[in-house]
């Protein structure tokens, strides 16, 4: 399926409704798929599962400090998530040029909205990269901190309304220019892209964009370790802070990477590859995102590797219906975040994400928190509706449907004001 462009947010709500017709027809049930695959609702049908130990290297040696988790497992866990789930990290190695076509006054005068075009050269060719529209608060000191993703906006509007995925908002949410207004009022900048622009969201046309210069003359669904297109939107993620590392109007120390469903899925592999993300939010990220893939509840491996070949390296979808044998499981993808503050979030009707799955996962990270110092999750418990839990690990299930929606923002800024007005971010430089 591809990302649609955010026409009107009437359109994009009636797809919305039709999408989630569609889809409560298939999912609602328990019922055989395209290939037979079920899905599973029913928590007393979830089978047991053993997950690996974050804290236990792959020739069994535990991890007891936290040097031998900065020096050895940390390495270790992002080469295997790269080798078996995400493909490695496309190269970093080019020269990258940022023009700033635009600087005009928006959202009713609250923002002033840039937006900067980046291309890439290496040694052969200069090729065009994405543009990044950039929204900063008006009438403030200083550079401020940042969130940045995918879609968050409709990075073309000049009174901005919500991208591709905020479109699911419900009626009871404030328009995409209020929103706005209301982060940037919490001092804010807000940095969004368009990821049909450089790595379409589409199994034939993913290499058309930068892929094609990254990776000349491929062909076909990603190889084994070949990077798919979460691992290509990540990489856009933290070109887009190297840029912000040069822009004075933001503080690049501060910044969060946020997402919702696929690109949730995508600002958690960001966050994990780059720490020089400060936050890291997935909002309702499911199956190779928060969720736990041995985990038999909602969207399975075997489902998303079938119907978005594309998203992942060549070697994950030898783990459909074998997810025990994957070496790792995504409560280690959150742990690569650590120590750095992490918030995940799923909704109550959202069960094809895996809600209690995201919960699982959030608490298999809990040990390196704590081993590195930090409070974590502070409890064991399922949290009920509508309660937030965590100090570095922040996590929330709420009522309704998959969509990141105002209630979600309220405590995604909540959550960055505890963290990013902090003078000592927990940000390193990358390969740290
Ligand atoms: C669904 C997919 C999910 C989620 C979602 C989205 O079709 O199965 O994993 O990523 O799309 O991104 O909207």
């Not at 328990?30 to 974050?54: C, I, Q």
């Amino acid at each position: 399926m591809a990302l649609r462009t955010p026409a009107t947010t009437s359109q994009s709500r009636w797809n919305r409704s039709t999408a989630i017709a569609a889809w409560l027809l298939v999912a609602s049930v328990s019922v055989a798929g395209a290939d037979d695959e079920k899905f599973n609702y029913d928590e007393a049908r979830a089978p047991a599962y053993t997950l690996p130990d974050p804290l236990k290297m792959q020739d069994g040696r535990p991890v007891i400090a936290a040097a031998a988790w900065r020096d050895e497992r940390r390495g270790e866990l992002l080469r295997l998530f790269e080798t078996h789930v995400y493909g490695q990290r496309p190269p970093t190695s080019q020269a990258l040029r940022a023009q700033v076509l635009e600087t005009a006054s928006a959202v009713h005068d609250k923002a002033t909205r840039k937006r900067i075009q980046l291309s890439f050269s290496d040694s052969s060719e200069t090729y065009p990269g994405f543009t990044i529209t950039l929204f900063v608060p008006r009438g403030t000191k200083g550079p401020v901190p940042a969130f940045i993703g995918m879609h968050l906006f409709d990075s073309k509007a000049a009174e901005p309304v919500p991208g591709q995925h905020l479109a699911e908002l419900e009626s009871e949410n404030l328009p995409g220019d209020r929103l706005m207004e209301v982060i940037l009022e919490r001092g804010y900048a807000i940095a969004t892209l368009d990821a049909n622009e450089f790595c379409p969201d589409d199994k034939q046309k993913f290499r058309d964009g930068v892929l094609s210069h990254l990776y000349p003359g491929r062909k076909g669904p990603p190889a084994a370790e070949e990077p798919g297109a979460i691992a290509t939107w990540a990489w856009a993620l933290s070109r887009t802070l190297d840029y912000l590392s040069e822009d004075s109007d933001v503080d690049a120390r501060r910044v969060a990477v946020i997402g919702h469903s696929r690109m949730g899925k995508t600002a958690l592999w960001a966050g994990a590859e780059d720490p020089r993300f400060a936050l890291v939010i997935s909002n309702n990220s499911g199956c190779g995102g928060a969720a736990l893939s041995r985990r038999d509840f909602g969207e399975t491996v075997a489902r998303i590797t079938r119907v978005f070949p594309h998203w992942f390296c060549g070697n994950f979808s030898k783990y459909a219906h074998h997810e025990d044998q994957l070496p790792i499981d995504q409560h280690e993808l959150v742990a690569l975040i650590a120590p750095r503050p992490v918030y995940i979030a799923s909704a109550q009707d959202d069960g094809w994400a895996d809600p209690r799955g995201a919960f699982l996962s959030a608490l298999g990270a809990d040990p390196v928190y704590r081993l590195l110092g930090e409070k974590g999750l502070q409890t064991a418990d399922f949290p009920a509706v509508g309660i937030t839990i965590g100090q570095t690990i922040g996590y929330h299930i709420r009522v309704g449907k998959h969509a990141l929606t105002d209630y979600d923002w309220m405590k995604y800024l909540d959550f960055a004001d505890r963290w990013l007005r902090r003078s000592d971010s927990k940000t390193s430089a990358p390969g740290n």
